[in-house]
């Protein structure tokens, strides 16, 4: 399995970017996958996870602001990010939930949300 994160970049504080994250070498639906992020000098977290039923769960400082969803046909997972704060800057990465059953991590995608 092969998870590739993309659609990162420098964002202003309340716009908004969409993340995407294609896997190839696995059909689209049997996993829960999630979004994590890692700010430089922190711990890795959840950001969002979404189960095989597209059931959702968020962290809280992203309720409200994020919506995580998936297309199964395209195998492909999304996170869009609205109202971002400079404090959402991060490196995001996608991957199985939960983490103990994650894949390898690989570069995941920047965000940066700066003036």
């Known amino acids: 399995v092969q998870l590739q994160a993309s659609g990162g970049g420098l964002v202003q504080p309340g716009g908004s970017v969409r993340l995407s994250c294609a896997a190839s070498?696995?059909?689209?639906?049997?996993?829960?996958m999630a979004w994590y992020r890692q700010a430089p000098g922190t711990q890795r977290d959840v950001v969002a996870r979404?189960?095989?039923?597209?059931?959702?769960n968020y962290a809280d400082s992203v309720k409200g602001r994020f919506t995580i969803s998936r297309d199964n046909a395209k195998s492909t997972m999304y996170l869009q990010m609205n109202s971002l704060k400079p404090e959402d800057s991060a490196v995001y990465y996608c991957?199985?939930?939960?983490?103990?059953?994650?894949?390898?991590w690989g570069q995941g995608t920047l965000v940066t949300v700066s003036s």
């Open positions: 991957n199985e939930w939960p983490p103990q059953f994650a894949k390898s």
């Open positions: 979404i189960s095989t039923g597209e059931k959702t």
């Open positions: 070498g696995v059909s689209g639906s049997i996993y829960s």
